[in-house]
C-alpha cells in the first residue's frame, strides 16, 4: 500500500452526491431552495438523502403525528364538457357509464357517512353540460341540512370557473369568481380541495388537458377562497407528459401565492420573512418565537391559505396515455420529498393513498408526508386495483400503516384540528 494512503480523505461511498452537501445545508438551516437547487434533488443518484431530508423537514413541523380523517368521497357526475387525455373518468351524457347523483341520492350518501362517523365529504365531478348553478346551491344546503356537522370540501378551481359562467351572475373575472365563492359558501361549502391543477405550465397544458383553466386562473380560483376565508388543498399531477422543471415550476408558483398570502400571519408570529419575502416555515424550532403552523382563527390570519400539498402520479390505464408508463416507486417517493422541501410554507404533505396505495403511503410517511387523507369508500377517479368503485380503507389499516412506519395516529379534521370522538359522534379537540 503507497505511503499516505490511509491519511487521503475517503472518497464518498458509492450513491452519496457530494453536491447535494450545499443543499442539505440549506435545508438544515431553513433556507428557502431554488428551482436549480430542486432539480439536483430530482437528479442525485441518491434519492434515499433527498428522503432523509424531507424526513427531517417534516418531522420539525409535525414530530412523529401523522393525520388521517375519516370521510367520503363523492362524485356527483362523471359527464364533462371537457376530455382530458389524461382522464379515464369522463363520459358524454349518452355514453356507455355515465351517471349523475340525485341530491336525494347525496343526501342519503352523507347520512350513511356520518352514521360511520365521517368528519368530511369531498365532492367533485365533472363540468355538467347543464345542470343549474341553482342544483349546487340546492345540493350543498340539503347536504348541511341534513348533517349540519359535516364539513364540504367541495369542487376544484375549474369546476367553479364553470359554476361562474353558468350562474349568470354578472360579474365577472376575479370578483365574478368571489361572488360565486361567496353564494357556495354561504350555502355550506367549507373549502376547496386540491384537484385540478394538474401541472401550470401552457405546453403542458396543450398537450395534455386543452379546454381545462389555465395554471394562471386556477391560482386566482384559490386567491379568491382564500380571500374569502376558505382553505384549500393543493395537487401536482406528474409522470404524464410534463418534465421535471416543469413540476418546480408549478411548486414555485404554488409557494409564491402561499408567501403572499401568509405575509400578516407571519408578521403577528413574528416569523422572519426572508430577502425576497418568502415565508419558510421549515427551518430550525428557533426561528418561530410563536407557531409556525397556520391554523383557522389565529392571530394575524384574516384569510383562507393553501393547507396541503398533495402530489398525484399519473394512472394511464384506460386514458388517452395509455401507453405512457406509470410513475416508478422511487419515483413517487422522490417526489413527494422535492414537494415537501421546496413547498416550505405549506403545513401539510399528503400521501393520497388511494392513488399511491397504502404500502407506499406507509413508506411515503418518512419521506416528507404527515397525511394519508382518509377512508373514502368509493373513488371513480382512478383505480389503482381491481374493479369498481369500492375503495375503502378502515380506520384500523390507517393506523396500523401510520404505527408500522413509526408515527403516531392523530385523527384530524378537515381543518387539521384534532378530532376526539365517541363512536360516530366526534367533535374538534383541543
Ligand atoms: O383533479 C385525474 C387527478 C384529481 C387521473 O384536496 C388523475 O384533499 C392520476 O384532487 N391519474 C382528483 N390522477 C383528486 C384530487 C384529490 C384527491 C385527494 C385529496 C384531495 C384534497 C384532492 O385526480 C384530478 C386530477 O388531477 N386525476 N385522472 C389519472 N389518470
Known sequence: MPAGTLERPCPPPPGVDRALDAVEAKVEAGERLSEAEGLALYETPDVHRVLAMADRVRRRLHGDAAFYNINRHINYSNVCALSCKFCAFHRKKDQDGAYEK???????????????????????????????FDW?????????????????????????VHLQRISKRGAEGFEGIKAVLRDLRDAGLGSLPGGGAE???????????KGKIRGD???????????LGLNSNATMLYGHVERRPERLRHMRLLREQQDRTLQDWARAQRIPAGPAGEIVLTGPADRYPLERLPMPGQAGLS??????IIPLPFYPNESELEHLPAPTGLENLRTLAVSRLMLDNFPHAKAFWIMQTLPMAELMLGAGADDLDGTVVWYDITKAVGEGNHQETTVADLVRAIRGAG????????LYRPVVRDGAAWRVGA
Open 102 to 132: 340525485s341530491t336525494d341520492e347525496i343526501v342519503r350518501d352523507v347520512q350513511a357517512a356520518a352514521a360511520a362517523g365521517a368528519t368530511e365529504i369531498h365532492m367533485v365531478g365533472g363540468l355538467h353540460p347543464w345542470l343549474p
Open 303 to 308: 384569510t383562507g391559505y393553501f393547507q396541503t
Open 407 to 414: 408515527f403516531r395516529p392523530v385523527e384530524r379534521d378537515t
Open 217 to 227: 386562473h386556477w391560482l386566482d380560483v384559490h386567491r379568491a377562497a382564500h380571500e
Open 199 to 209: 401541472v401550470f405550465d401552457d405546453r403542458v397544458h396543450d398537450e395534455a388537458f
Open 136 to 160: 349546487y346551491l340546492d345540493t350543498l344546503r340539503a347536504m348541511k341540512a341534513a348533517v349540519p356537522q359535516i364539513h364540504l370540501k367541495a369542487f376544484t378551481a375549474v369546476e367553479i
